[in-house]
């Protein structure tokens, strides 16, 4: 994702602006664009972290056992192999998200802070399968994806070549 248009300085004064209150500007396109790189930077990092360790040994945070507990708890009957964006997205499901947010506030840092999401958990983050959601939304669902195994396509997938290269 090119910061086309932006000099460096806009780049840093925008960066420097995602640590202020959403309240202090309207919608700047300069932050915008910085939100927009800083969760594109964050969602191929993870991508990465999956394809090249187990994700059934990562920790995501140091209260993994704490969210994945509350996550099941309140989403027992979630799908999260394939995500449906009406079960984050709508009102009802909003209500529901939002005492479990909450909970989370002081616990995991910037627990509200927006980032991407993969709605298949299968592919790559793409403009079709990424969704807009919180980072304790984020943690819950990927975390419980690594303990139950679904993020494990993954990490084979990218083992593939290499195995395929140690053979021949």
Request: proline content about 5%; some cysteine.
């Amino acid at each position: 994702m090119a910061a086309t248009g932006l000099g460096p300085g806009d780049v840093a004064a925008a960066a420097q602006a995602l640590s202020l209150p959403a309240e202090a500007f309207g919608n700047d396109p300069r932050v915008e664009l910085a939100w927009a790189m800083k969760a594109h930077q964050h969602a191929q990092v993870y991508f990465n972290l999956i394809s090249s360790v187990d994700p059934k040994f990562l920790n995501l945070t140091k209260v993994d056992d704490q969210i994945y507990s509350e996550f099941r708890k309140t989403f027992r009957d979630l799908k999260i192999d394939i995500l449906d964006p009406e079960e984050l997205k709508s009102e009802p499901a909003k209500e529901k998200w939002r005492p479990f947010c909450l909970k989370f506030e002081g616990v995991v840092e910037d627990f509200n802070f927006g980032t991407l999401l993969r709605l298949d958990c299968s592919e790559d983050y793409t403009e079709e399968n990424s969704i807009f959601a919180t980072r304790i939304q984020f943690f819950a669902i990927e975390i419980a994806r690594n303990r139950e195994g679904w993020n494990s396509v993954v990490y084979g997938r990218a083992r593939e070549p290499a195995a395929a290269e140690g053979s021949g």
